[in-house]
């Protein structure tokens, strides 16, 4: 289903011009105008080479577009580093790389312009820069006895080339210098273009389990990772549905499961993207009892290929709602493929237009039935024991050591069998991660696609003797969390802040240049640009319990956790999160936190609805 940008599409984009970090340039509306200025930044970027192997003549100054301005000597300075040249003692491999750096470059360049006057979004010319992977991974990163640098860039892509004296990351220059070309491109381009975004949501996957996924972890190793990462709700349904609008609970009216109902899908960044023109699809879990909804798909979305289930999905024989019509698997196909290969069929139709891809896999929730092909994988992932395992609970709420109480002796061992489950479920959602990257590679979308990666919220395999979320303790609030956006932020990096599953929305209409109602979420578009940039000290988690697991209200900052429970045995908590990670001593009503203990009182009373 194609969509063009609509009216409400166009003002967005016209805002998005206004929102964009670099604004230096005027945009060149003529087409001559782009391919004179890939053709003379090409010439140019050849003579100056030159320049920097052997001395000779001045280089012609071009005679540029006006709408230009700065780009050209933006160019030059990225693909051969700001210092003039020549460069002396050049190795044959190193003058390759360098070499190929310019030359691809410049074929970058002047046939990605031409791609921009056609309108054209799919940067096929990206393949241009494949062979400085290949090359310069041969070269060693050295300086002459000048203290010059033999392969050189210019910032940020400095930053990749590698250390002194080992080999050049090959890779990582080529991909630095086509994500950062690409959005000197952007600035002269006739239009900016709306960043694509794909949105992975994980249900029940612990923060810590990136290791045990190779696709994962390589993505993580591009991207900008948060460790201090949360869900405010840790809880299927409502989690949901503050990715998708940006508000907490008590302001979606989704508390809790059975409230799946209160979502408003107008309210959502589907919605928003909707009415910018963009193209929408969903592809696996939505909420809990979705199909109580209704089989029609919510407001915003074009293509739905929901899980249907009361949980939400299935891994075998799952039922799912397809653009409206429930449907049931064959009972030998893997949910998680088939939503992967859905997503990919959308990805390569709506190729040539902005679109907004979630793709929520089942996995690893509960049954957490691995693929066939990973049932048999041998059970060599670590032995989960942290300092909480199965810890003293003697100062914990009621409902806690009643779970302790009732909980039989083979627990210990249904906890491991099903986290080994759960990771193996993970394996497959890893292949379909892949996939995706891959395709996005192919289809030349990769450095203007938004890619987020992250859980509806954790999971506890024994801490506390407890198993399962429901509850605001660490391991059941933090979740995984990388935002990669090459575009924009071509290397990869951490922030340390305490960041929000509200926090996707209004970073999403942020990137899309989209207004939006006032929302709970921070966008996280100044954290990205700068570690310093002023942020939260402080967020609400509120729990509305399940099974034995009691309604709290809780706050947390960076260092404390203050908890208040409710239902039976009213009971609070303070953890020392500095001190104490795990939460195992409770310090509420000691005399020597008593004043952090009123400060954390104040705090949650003026973040409570």
Known sequence: MHRGITC????????????????????????????????LLQDDLTCHFGQLVVAGPPCPTPNYPACAESTPAQVKDLVLGPAAGPVTGWTPKALRCQRDIAAASSRFVSRRLVERSQGKRRAKSGRAMRRVAKTCSKAVVEENYLGQELVRVGAPCANVVGALGGPVDGARVAACLRATLE?????????TMPPNVVLIVTDDQQY???????????????????????????????????????????????????????????????????????????????????????????????EWKSLLDPSGG????????????????????YSTDWMSKEAIRFMRREADTPFLLVYTPFAPHAPAIPANRH????????????????????????????????AAPALPGIIDTLRLQQLRTLRAVDEAV????????????????????????????????????????????????????PRRFPLPATRNQMVLNQDIAPTLAEFAGIATPPLDGESLVPLLESATAPWRDEFLIETRGEFITQPSESVRTENFKYIETAGAGPHTELYDLAADPYEITNLAGHPTYAGVQANMVARLGALRP
């Open 8 to 39: 409400a599409g166009s003002s967005a984009l016209l805002l998005l011009v206004a929102l964009a970090p670099a604004l230096a340039n005027a945009r060149c509306t003529d087409p001559g105008d782009l391919k004179d200025l890939g053709q």
């Open 183 to 191: 959005a000197e491109m952007d600035d002269v381009a006739p239009g």
């Open 208 to 302: 810590d389990t990136f290791d045990l996924m190779p696709a994962v972890s390589k993505l993580r190793d591009e991207a900008i990772s948060f460790p201090n990462a949360f869900v405010t709700n840790p809880l299927c349904t409502p989690s949901r549905a503050t990715i998708l609008t940006g508000l907490y609970s008590h302001n979606t009216g989704v508390l809790a499961n059975h409230q799946y109902h209160q979502l408003d899908p107008s309210t959502t960044i589907a919605a928003w993207l909707d009415a910018a023109g963009y193209t929408n699809g969903l592809f696996g879990k939505y909420v809990n009892n979705s199909e109580l909804l209704g089989l029609a798909p919510p407001q915003g979305w074009h």
């Open 314 to 333: 299935e891994f075998y024989g799952a039922r799912i709602n397809d653009n409206g019509t429930a449907k049931t698997l064959p009972q030998g196909t």
């Open 375 to 406: 049932a048999a994988d041998p059970p060599s992932y670590p032995v989960h024991r942290p300092p909480s395992y199965f810890a003293d609970v003697a100062t914990k709420p009621q409902w806690v050591r009643f779970f302790r109480f009732i």
């Open 434 to 485: 892949e996939k995706l990257l891959v395709q996005l590679e192919k289809l030349g979308l990769t450095d203007n696609t938004v890619v987020i990666f992250t859980s509806d919220h954790g999971f506890m395999w024994g801490e506390h003797g407890l198993v399962g979320k429901f509850n605001p303790y660490e391991e059941s609030i933090r979740v995984p969390y990388l935002l990669r956006y």
